[in-house]
């Protein structure tokens, strides 16, 4: 999808997927000084040179002001230009190329002098309105239907605010306009403003600021202070012109500036000069355009400009004004057609186009400011687009932008707080980025968020960015810390709205900064998705999509001829199954998974490979349905249920199958709380090897039901310290060992350790959920194993120590990737190297 950015200058330039096959060197890469400085250059354009730029060709001789180059000299530069007529050397340097020579040949080496700032063509802007009958008289409906009367009930603004009109002048003596100008500035003649052969000025400022004086009609902000700009003749606007009027209108600390006039050509001077505007903390504000198309008009066009869209109010129902301009840049809307307001003459008229609208929304601006003496140009933007009225489908829409602007909403309308904000275009509020997926939201206009990334190995990574909303154009950047500076290393944008963004790209050692932002510095509530994958060495993994396909293939892993017996139990946290292990050892079977009310597909397909014929149930019937033993027992399989009254009386229930099993008395249990489940599941596979019931214990007391059977017992073992498993418990039971760490990572590993357990092999597991551990430990007791516990995305210090001392051969992860991450796999791998 071709993009009509800057003018007709970057089509397609960037419309490919970026892939690096090595890791790119510092002296290849761009260098970032800032990343305040960086928004500044991605604004301008210079991130990417020779694309960014003005394309001369592209702005024919028509559209330039009697062939004059503007000229801007780096400071304390001094160049002759002998060749070229001198128009005006100050403030700005106008040059005039004679006929004879090639305009285009003669700019591109102006351009090229050294010393020379910048150099663009004195572009033609044409005022944004179409011609009306000047006769119609008085009606400002348009400013009911969009609660104006409301809103003035708030505020009509304050002398305080002012908003700089750059246009083709203003009637000072009109009485309407009474009291609510400054003295302004004429471009031409460098003194105030004194008249307007065109009329269109006077009558975008009526629709601004016009009197409350019940003499003719009302503007919008009528309250508040107009700095009249003339910026051009009687036909047209100049970019000499522009330039200082927006001098003018900074060094005068207007508030808003109103810009009811473009051109189809990108001016980059103009456009750094309203950047500079912007950034001083001044709302921009520019009609779209009247010519029907979706190209857009700048300085409309500009991501940092509000691209006011029209309206038609005329009719019951108001609509989008065929005429107005579309396109991916309009922000808001506001009515367009039959807008009454101050004429030239001294009298009023009617005019239509979107030079009208965007006045409207000025003012509404001007309001808010009033309001809110502390709103930079981004609140503003973002309170005129939340508070619209979406006449048209979605968030934003091409036509209207995010609607049509509604005062009375605007003036009610707050800012978001970003406390949950999980990231910000600062180093030093970076979100955090590893593998895998998040989500967040662009929250305001201009927003962008920077994540960052250390890469724990050098290998291919990819970084995919979606968002769903149709008016977000998302862009993705790579930036590399190396040698303590950063730098730009990959930059994506090939695709328009709505469509995801991918870059492949070689990752070395070290950290990265992920850029996210819309192109055209759009917000939307709805959120994007970033994800990051890499191809990284890795531990072995069993694995499956979910618990209950990873349940299956450890069964596979360990049962590959098959088994006569199956452990069924819940795939979400009930307790129930804690105490299965050493049952399903005893038995020599697999441990799978259901869901409460129905057996899964690949588990069902599970139990036909193994070729069982006979099922354990593990749990009641809150745990595991009725409905589920019933199609399990329609399979022709034997069924048993092995549940108690609640997760101790189970593990006891589960005690007493294991003796029947072991035709004998039992002689020694693991006890373990049955609030923890990870105590109870690092001890399973010793537990399981050396069959020993794991009995669940209350923090306090222990049941009537395990009391009688611990009483039966000549040696007991405890898992956990005393908040899990209080010393009052402990003293109840018989010759009483207890393995306890400062967490369920290191009580793991003193259970390892104090119980002697081999290391030559080792399984890793989370910590922080059962099903993977429960049904791997079964496993691991077969292979004589112990399970170590591992956060999802770090290897907690106690097992970082544990490793490098038991240096084993091999070690194997139980679960996926959203369980134990890819950066955690590749560092268990990198103890096997050791």
Not at 138 to 157: C, F, H, N, P, R
Not at 181 to 205: Q, Y
Request: charged share 20%; no cysteine; proline share 5%.
């Amino acid at each position: 999808m071709n993009k009509n950015r800057l003018g007709f200058l970057i089509l397609t330039i960037l419309s490919f997927t970026l892939m690096s096959a090595v890791p790119i060197s510092a002296e290849a890469m761009r260098k970032i000084d800032s990343f305040d400085k960086e928004i500044e250059a991605i604004r301008l354009g210079e991130k990417h040179k020779g694309v960014y730029v003005q394309s001369i060709k592209k702005v024919p001789m028509t559209a330039i002001h009697d062939r004059q180059v503007v000229v801007q000299l780096t400071p304390g530069t001094s160049l002759d230009f002998p060749d070229y007529e001198e128009v005006q050397a100050d403030p700005l340097l106008l040059l005039r190329i004679p006929v004879q020579l090639d305009y285009h040949q003669e700019l591109r080496r102006i351009q090229s002098m050294e010393g020379v700032e910048s150099a663009s063509p004195n572009i033609i802007y044409t005022p944004m309105y179409k011609p009306s009958d000047a006769y119609y008289r008085s009606y400002q409906d348009y400013l009911k239907k969009i609660g104006m009367e409301q809103a003035w009930d708030v505020t009509k603004g304050t002398k305080e605010v002012s908003v700089a009109v750059i246009d083709s002048g203003v009637l000072p003596s009109h009485e309407d306009l009474q009291g609510r100008l400054t003295a302004g500035f004429d471009a031409f003649t460098n003194g105030p403003v004194r008249s307007d052969g065109a009329g269109h000025g006077t009558h975008v400022t009526g629709i601004l600021a016009a009197n409350t004086n019940s003499r003719g009609g009302i503007g919008v902000a009528p309250g508040i202070r107009v700095i009249p700009i003339k910026a051009g003749d009687d036909r047209s606007v100049y970019t000499s012109a522009v330039l200082r009027g927006i001098d003018y209108a900074v060094d005068n600390h207007a508030d808003v500036i109103n810009m009811s006039f473009g051109s189809f050509y990108n001016d980059p001077a103009v456009q750094e000069k309203l950047l500079e505007a912007y950034d001083a903390g001044i709302t921009l504000v520019a009609a779209s355009g009247n010519e029907e198309t979706n190209v857009p008009a700048y300085p409309a066009g500009y991501p940092w400009v509000i691209a006011v869209g029209a309206t038609d109010t005329t009719s019951s129902s108001p609509r989008h004004a065929p005429f107005s301009n579309i396109g991916s840049h309009i922000d808001v809307a506001a009515p367009g057609v039959d807008i009454f307001s101050t004429s030239y003459d001294g009298t009023y008229g009617v005019g239509s186009g979107t030079s009208y609208s965007a006045p409207i929304v000025s003012g509404l601006a001007a309001l808010l400011i009033s309001k809110h003496r502390d709103w930079k140009p981004a609140d503003v933007e973002y309170a005129l687009q939340a508070s619209s009225d979406q006449l048209l489908r979605g968030e934003s829409n091409e036509q209207l932008g995010f609607g049509q602007v509604n005062g009375t909403a605007a003036l009610r309308t707050g800012l978001k707080s970003l406390e949950e904000d999980s990231s910000a275009w600062d180093l030093s509020k970076t979100g955090p980025l590893q593998i895998g997926s998040l989500s967040e939201s662009l929250n305001y206009p201009s927003d962008r968020d920077l994540y960052k990334w250390n890469a724990e190995a050098p290998g291919q990574a990819s970084l995919r960015l979606h968002h769903p909303a149709g008016h977000i154009d998302p862009v993705l950047v790579v930036y590399r810390e190396m040698n303590g500076s950063i730098y730009e290393q990959d930059y994506i944008d090939e695709h328009g709205q709505g469509i995801a963004e991918t870059l492949t790209f070689q990752a070395g050692e070290g950290t990265y900064y992920i850029g996210v932002y819309d192109y055209y510095e759009n917000w939307s509530a709805q959120p994007y998705t970033l994800t990051l994958d890499q191809e990284l060495p890795q531990a072995e993994r069993i694995s499956g999509t979910d618990r209950f396909e990873t349940a299956v293939e450890i069964s596979k892993q360990g049962w590959q001829d098959g088994a006569g017996s199956v452990l069924i139990a819940t795939g979400f946290d009930f307790p129930d199954a804690l105490s299965a292990s050493p049952l399903a050892y005893q038995l020599d079977a697999p441990i799978l998974l259901t869901r409460p009310d129905r057996l899964g597909t690949e588990t069902k397909r599970e139990i036909g490979r193994l070729g069982a014929s006979s099922v354990y149930i593990i749990g009641g019937i809150n745990a595991v349905s009725a409905n589920v033993e019933k199609e399990i027992r329609s399979q022709g399989l034997q069924v048993t249920r092995v549940a108690g009254g609640d997760r101790y009386e189970t593990s006891v229930e589960i005690a007493e199958e294991l003796k029947l099993l072991l035709g004998r008395s039992l002689t020694s249990a693991v006890v373990s709380s049955g609030r923890n489940f990870p105590d109870a599941l690092a001890s399973a596979p010793y537990a399981a090897r050396h069959s020993l019931p794991i009995l669940l214990t209350k923090e306090k007391t222990l049941s009537p039901e395990v009391k009688e059977i611990t009483d039966t017992l000549q040696e007991t073992i405890v898992i956990g310290g005393t908040g899990v498993v209080n010393d009052s418990v402990v003293r109840m039971l018989p010759n009483p060992v207890r393995y306890a760490g400062e967490n369920r990572f290191d009580t793991a590993v003193r259970f390892i350790e104090g119980t002697g357990m081999e290391a030559d092999g080792i399984y890793a597991a989370t910590g922080f959920q059962f099903a993977d551990a429960l049904t791997g430990s079964v496993l691991a007791a077969k292979e004589l194993k112990p399970i170590v516990l591992v956060r999802h995305d770090r290897i907690p210090p106690e097992v970082i120590t544990f490793l490098n001392g038991a240096s084993p051969e091999v070690i194997s992860i139980l679960g996926g990737t959203a369980a134990i991450s890819k950066e955690v796999g590749y560092h268990l791998r990198k103890f096997l190297d050791q």
